[in-house]
Each structure stands twice: as C-alpha cells, then as structure tokens.
C-alpha cells in the first residue's frame, strides 16, 4: 500500500494543473462571489459558509474530474489489473492522495476565509475538521463518478456523482449550523467520522468494479 501511495503523490505532485487549479478556483470563488451581491443586507460570518459550501462542492468536483483518465490512457489501469487482479489498493491510495494533497489545503483555504469573514478564533479548527471530513466524502463520490465516466463525457460522471452527494452537503450544513448556534458540534463530528470512515472502506470497492468494466 506506501508503494502506491508514493507512486500516486509523485504522479500528482507532478501535475501541477491537477493539485493547483483546484486551489486557485476554491480561491477565485470565494473572493468572487462576495462582490457579486450586497453583502450589506447580510450578517457576512454566518452567510458567508454558503459560499464556502458551494465552492467546496465545484472544487471537489474540480479535482477529481481527471482522476483516473490518464491512467487509462496510457495502460496504467491494465497493467495494474493484470498485477493485482483488482484495484482496490489503487484506488483508496490514489483517494487518500488527492485528499491530502488537494482536499486538506482546500479546507485550509476554507477555514481561512471564514476567519478572515468574521468567524471566531475558536472556531477555526472546528470549521477546518469538517471541511476536511466533507472533502474526504466528496473526493470518494467524485472519483466514482469519474471512474464511470472515462470516456463517456464528464456529465455522466456530474449525473452519477452529484446526487450522492448533496446528503454530504445537507450534513456539512447542519454541522456548520452547530458551530453557528454552539450546540451539537461533537455528535455532528462523530456522525461525518463514522460515515466518512466507511464511505472510504466502500466506495473504493465499488469503483474498482466501475473500473473494471472498462479493463473488460
């Protein structure tokens, strides 16, 4: 498993538009969609973790729409198949990668704007560990729908994927309501663990037979 983790973050590493555009658009969407509004009429610290949410759906989206493509362009995927005989190790390694090379900076960007918006000190980590649990559901649905749609055009891969994750979304609503409203915080986190955690042993499974069907 750390060799394919190595192997992954070097690979990334190596694509800067990969790892760097997501950054950049987290960062343009959150000093653009203020200005385009009146945020007079709003209590900007509590509005502004719509803004937050939004992005980090777009970002996720963003970073996870070519994860697996080039590997099937070039043969990755078959050589790894005729190894393996399957792709789990691949795929949770190539997940865990993009979510600490892309999704903890994106929550980090996050959380930043938000303290920078009016959010209080004490709240920072608070804010920064559920963008990171979110972005560890989200980077899991996205490379599902990306797995299904190699080839296929990237709507299939928004059709497939954005469904899944609008529950994710809801959630990281609620909680961000519990640090709003101070109540709930440790039974929100704990739930977004406890998913978070078997999203990530499951869906993996499931896009190595999306995979798969590619190979065969």
Same mark, same amino acid.
């Given at each position: 498993?750390l060799s394919?983790?190595k192997a992954?973050?070097? %690979?990334?590493s =190596? =694509?800067l538009?990969?790892?760097?555009?997501?950054? /950049?658009?987290?960062?343009?969407?959150?000093?653009a969609?203020?200005?385009?509004?009146?945020?007079?009429? *709003?209590?900007?610290? %509590?509005?502004?973790?719509?803004?937050i949410?939004v992005s980090?759906?777009?970002?996720? +989206?963003v970073a996870?729409?070519?994860?697996?493509?080039?590997?099937?362009?070039?043969?990755?995927?078959?050589?790894?198949?005729? %190894?393996?005989?399957? +792709?789990?190790k691949?795929?949770?390694? %190539?997940?865990?990668?993009?979510?600490?090379?892309?999704?903890?900076?994106i929550?980090?960007?996050?959380?930043?704007?938000?303290?920078a918006?009016?959010?209080?000190?004490?709240?920072?980590?608070k804010?920064? /560990?559920?963008?990171?649990?979110?972005?560890?559901l989200?980077?899991?649905?996205?490379?599902?729908?990306?797995a299904?749609s190699?080839?296929?055009?990237?709507? /299939?891969?928004v059709?497939s994927?954005?469904?899944l994750?609008?529950p994710v979304?809801i959630?990281?609503?609620?909680?961000?309501?519990?640090?709003? *409203?101070?109540?709930?915080?440790?039974?929100?986190?704990?739930?977004?663990v406890?998913?978070?955690?078997?999203?990530s042993?499951?869906?993996?499974?499931?896009?190595?037979?999306?995979?798969k069907?590619?190979?065969?």
């Open positions: 498993m394919f983790i992954e973050s070097f %690979k990334l =190596k =694509k538009k990969s790892w760097l555009g997501p950054l /950049l658009v987290m960062v343009l969407v959150l000093i969609f203020p200005l385009s509004i009146d945020i007079s009429q *709003y209590d900007l610290d %509590k509005f502004y973790f719509s803004i949410i980090l759906l777009m970002t996720a +989206f996870t729409e070519g994860m697996f493509e080039e590997d099937f362009e070039d043969g990755s995927l078959e050589q790894e198949f005729l %190894k393996e005989k399957d +792709f789990y691949l795929v949770i390694s %190539k997940i865990f990668v993009y979510v600490c090379l892309i999704g903890i900076p929550a980090f960007i996050g959380a930043l704007f938000s303290f918006n009016g959010v209080a000190v004490d709240s920072f980590g804010v920064f /560990l559920l963008l990171i649990l979110s972005n560890l989200l980077f899991n649905l996205f490379a599902f729908g990306n299904l190699i080839n296929k055009g990237a709507m /299939l891969g059709l994927s954005l469904p994750a609008l979304i959630l990281l609503g609620r909680a961000i309501r519990s640090i709003q *409203y101070e109540d709930g915080f440790f039974a929100v986190t704990t739930l977004m406890g998913i978070g955690l078997m999203v042993a499951i869906m993996p499974l499931i896009i190595s037979v999306a995979l069907t590619h190979i065969d």
